[in-house]
């Protein structure tokens, strides 16, 4: 599987109406997912484990993703066991990002028209509305539709993990 073509996120939104609705920040950026979420200044786990994997050449294309992205907060909650093990398994640690990322621009509103999404990992995530706030998995979506020059990052508060 090329990594290029197993690069999309998933987007989460809820109607703006709502009152929980995650915050959305439109518009598209001049840079690209990994520009932008460096240039956000909470995304720096994840941004060194995605070089680390050799994963920023794909995110940072042409091709169109939905990142569904982590922040250092939600990488402070996965034990440190974990976060040594993912470091230290390549093959591993390229599967648990690839588990953020749904190939294509999926923006909010697109996405909670979805039960599920298929990741480039390959096992999907679930996508749920509740209480006006949207899910995957069990990650909450803080922050939806961050645009990008190559696709979209919708922020979670939790790291995902594959299912074995």
Known sequence: MKLVAALAVLAVAIPAAAPAAP???GGARSGTIVQTAVAAGQFTTLVKLVKQAGLAPAL???TRLTVFAPTDAAFRKVPPATLAKLRSN???LKRVLL???VK???TAAQVVKLS???TLAGPSVRIRVSDGRVYVNAARVTKADVGATNGVIHVIDKVLIPPS
């Open 23 to 25: 915050q959305r920040d």
């Open 104 to 106: 294509g621009k999926v």
């Open 90 to 92: 390549p093959a591993l």
């Open 99 to 101: 588990y953020h990322v």
């Open 116 to 118: 599920s999404a298929k």
């Open 60 to 62: 940072s294309g042409s």
